[in-house]
Antibody, heavy 121, light 108 residues
Framework: EVHLVESGGGLVQPGGSLRLSCAASGFTFGNYWMHWVRQAPGKGLVWLSRINVDGTITTYADSVKGRFTISRDNANNTLFLQMHSLRADDTAVYYC??????????????WGQGTLVTVSS | SSELTQDPAVSVALGQTVRITCQGDSLRTYYASWYQQKPGQAPVLVIYGKNNRPSGIPDRFSGSSSGNTASLTITGAQAEDEADYYCNSRDSSGTRRLFGEGTKLTVL
């Protein structure tokens, strides 16, 4: 069974940094593109970033480009999102998601339960 | 354009058919996928590609597309279908993903 568990969320001050992790199990992690998506309280889903199977291709939404970095550790089945220069409008639940099929940038078919990031002084 | 537009809210009587739409220029090139999200839960993929359902999604869910509009149809809506529905596709570059603002479906 596919299992994704996000961690690393919490309260951070404006301008601060945080690193989110997504532990994957139940599938061959290194064969799938992965994504980060967030959802501010009471708001809709916002796609943030994607990474290919070996980490050589990364793409970002304009809202986080230059501030956030996606990466992965295939040996330890973990996806990361390093976040810098955090702002109040970055407050959201952050989800990691796995592509539907192997080796391609397919739709996000499996999602974790999310980790809450709160940016506030 | 880098936006996907959805109606904020739609309602349907129990057992009736409802269509939820999503408009955007990129939909002329790329298929939309559709996600169902219930309160406090992660999104669930219900439709992808031309009209494909992941394993476990009831066949009352279907997808279609015409021009710049993608549609999710629920034929014979059930009480458990009450949720927020989001369309998702690529932007014009094909490298980034976009979500619509979401449609809140109420089953009466």
């Amino acid at each position: 069974e596919v299992h994704l568990v996000e961690s690393g969320g919490g309260l951070v001050q404006p301008g601060g940094s945080l690193r989110l992790s997504c532990a994957a199990s139940g599938f061959t992690f290194g064969n799938y593109w992965m994504h980060w998506v967030r959802q501010a309280p009471g708001k809709g889903l916002v796609w943030l970033s994607r990474i290919n199977v070996d980490g050589t291709i990364t793409t970002y939404a304009d809202s986080v480009k230059g501030r956030f970095t996606i990466s992965r550790d295939n040996a330890n089945n973990t996806l990361f999102l390093q976040m810098h220069s955090l702002r109040a409008d970055d407050t959201a639940v952050y989800y990691c998601a796995r592509a539907l099929k192997e080796y391609g940038d397919y739709d996000c078919a499996y999602w974790g339960q999310g980790t809450l990031v709160t940016v506030s002084s | 354009s880098s936006e996907l537009t959805q109606d904020p809210a739609v309602s349907v009587a129990l057992g009736q058919t409802v269509r939820i739409t999503c408009q955007g220029d990129s939909l002329r090139t790329y298929y939309a996928s559709w996600y169902q999200q219930k309160p406090g839960q992660a999104p669930v993929l219900v439709i992808y590609g031309k009209n494909n359902r992941p394993s476990g999604i009831p066949d009352r869910f279907s997808g279609s597309s015409s021009g710049n509009t993608a549609s999710l149809t629920i034929t014979g809506a059930q009480a458990e279908d009450e949720a927020d529905y989001y369309c998702n596709s690529r932007d014009s570059s094909g490298t980034r993903r976009l979500f619509g603002e979401g449609t809140k479906l109420t089953v009466l």
